[in-house]
């Protein structure tokens, strides 16, 4: 134990001086490497130890350092979240990870930030079913004979996919030429256990001609009304979830959501008669709560009541389609 904690959260502007300044006053190295004692004769590591611990110059927010700089390169300093959009023909191995020297897949490349899968049912099956655990765990072990390894895993994750293989059902437009075997076909290619690990479901329907052509179309809200928004929310929920070793409210455990989340007596009439209608399991009914729980906070509300609870309910689909 050091004693001391050096982070630079990016937003604030620090660049590469301010963390070797704040290095120096700590008596530390301004490179940023430190000698560590394994200490054979004292306590072992925890079992769950990650690189991450070992590093001084560290963004809270940021994926551990050697995972990330094999996506970046020899930055001195990371300055952003990952963004990975891996290609639906990418490997079981360039997804998940592994190969001769156990190297960390996009799904670790992607820690503490966003994985996008586009179209996602075009994707091997065997990848997305392998997506079970880290979405549940954030983490991906990877065994393989000369050993195993364990990486970070704790993505976003958002995937885009067409509602049928020509891609026109429910279109205004033109008219789907899929059968419905076609159709059966390609809702088997995502499996129930999947599918009920994603919080959001939106139907996105074609964009008519005439709106793509009208610049003058103003959005409801700017990009920095949202911003401000959603700094406040997440300002509320970490004041909810302190002391809790959690960050955001998908984070939080079946048994600390009962511990820690209210609602309103309406909120939770509503939320038994939905869980009954809507054949919830016991996954999708927690993952519910979280969901109408950030929306209370984005409306800075602390307690969940029967309108954040509506507004989250249609974005929970127990099916493709």
């Known amino acids: 134990n050091l004693g001391y904690y050096a982070i630079s959260p990016a937003l604030s502007g620090a660049n590469e001086k301010d963390i070797k300044e704040e290095l120096k006053r700590a008596q530390l190295s301004e490179d940023g490497k430190v000698t560590l004692l394994d200490g054979r004769t004292g306590l072992p590591f925890p079992e769950k130890i990650t690189v991450g611990w070992i590093y001084m110059m560290k963004l809270i927010h940021m994926v551990e350092d050697k995972i990330h700089m094999r996506s970046i390169g ?5 300055t952003q979240q990952p963004f990975r959009s891996p290609h639906h023909t990418t490997s079981y191995v360039g997804l998940i990870g592994g190969g001769k ?3 960390p897949g996009e799904i670790s490349l992607a820690h503490r930030g966003v994985l996008f899968l586009d179209e996602l049912t075009q994707f091997d099956r065997r990848c ?3 997506l079970r655990q880290p979405l549940e765990d954030r983490q991906i072990t990877i065994v393989r004979a000369q050993g195993s390894v364990t990486y970070p895993a704790a993505f976003t994750l958002i995937a885009a996919a067409n509602p049928c293989p020509c891609g026109w059902q429910e279109s205004s437009q033109k008219i789907c030429r899929c059968s419905q075997f076609a159709l059966e076909q390609y809702q088997r290619k995502l499996s129930g256990p999947i599918l009920d690990r994603i919080d959001l479901f939106v139907r996105v329907k074609p964009v008519d001609l ?3 052509s009208n610049f003058t179309h103003e959005n409801k809200f700017s990009s920095s009304q949202l911003k401000q928004q959603v700094i406040l929310a997440r300002n509320l929920q970490s004041a909810f979830l302190a002391g809790l070793n959690c960050s955001t409210n ?6 600390q959501v009962r511990q820690k989340i209210k609602f309103s007596p309406a909120a939770k009439q509503l939320l038994m008669k939905a869980a009954v209608n809507l054949n919830l399991t ?4 927690f993952r519910l709560i979280k969901v109408a729980q950030t929306i209370a906070n984005l ?3 602390p307690e969940i009541s029967k309108l954040h609870l509506a507004e989250a309910l249609p974005y929970r689909q127990d099916s493709f389609l």
Do not use: C, D, M, V
């Open 74 to 78: 020899p930055y001195s300093l990371i």
């Open 101 to 103: 020297h156990l190297y």
């Open 128 to 130: 997305l079913e392998t």
């Open 210 to 212: 005439k709106k793509i």
């Open 250 to 255: 998908s984070e939080l455990s079946s048994q």
């Open 282 to 285: 016991a996954r999708g009914y």
């Open 299 to 301: 409306n800075q509300h």
